[in-house]
């Protein structure tokens, strides 16, 4: 089974429930999802409680166990956790596909950062057609 890492921010309630969505259509279409904010347990919890080496070696082993990377990349700029996992997936040759709702601040010739642009295998800018994307996975 392919393993999928869900890379995004997970900290507002609705960027939370945005992960959840995706991780039920990507595990209804047959992947094993590694959702950060699940599985390394990265919550506000957590965080209150200082384990921040913990959550951070959850999220690098479920990046170094994954076969590609979903990564949402919604808001003004993309969240800075995101664009770590998405330097470390590419430096490890995975497949990136981004996922961008957010119509704001894009161009015809960049939809987000270059850098981050540049890492990407796919970029969609909706649901239906990441998971047209996300067939050639299966």
Do not use: H
Not at 1 to 30: C, D, H, P, V, W
Not at 74 to 92: F, P
Not at 109 to 121: A, G
């Amino acid at each position: 089974m392919t393993t999928i890492y869900l890379a995004g921010a997970l900290f507002s309630q609705a960027e939370r429930e945005f992960n959840k969505n995706l991780q039920k259509i990507m595990t209804e279409m047959g992947f094993s999802v590694f959702l950060p904010q699940e599985d390394a347990e990265d919550n506000k919890d957590q965080r209150n409680d200082r384990n921040q080496s913990g959550i951070f070696n959850n999220c690098f082993g479920g990046l170094q166990k994954s076969d590609l990377v979903v990564a949402v990349l919604e808001g003004v700029d993309v969240d800075s956790g995101t664009a770590w996992e998405l330097g470390y997936a590419y430096a490890q040759k995975k497949p990136i596909v981004g996922i961008r709702t957010d119509f704001r601040i894009q161009t015809p010739d960049e939809r987000v950062n270059l850098m981050i642009q540049e890492t990407l295998s796919d970029f969609v800018d909706n649901v239906d057609d990441l998971k047209e994307v996300l067939k050639k996975y299966i």
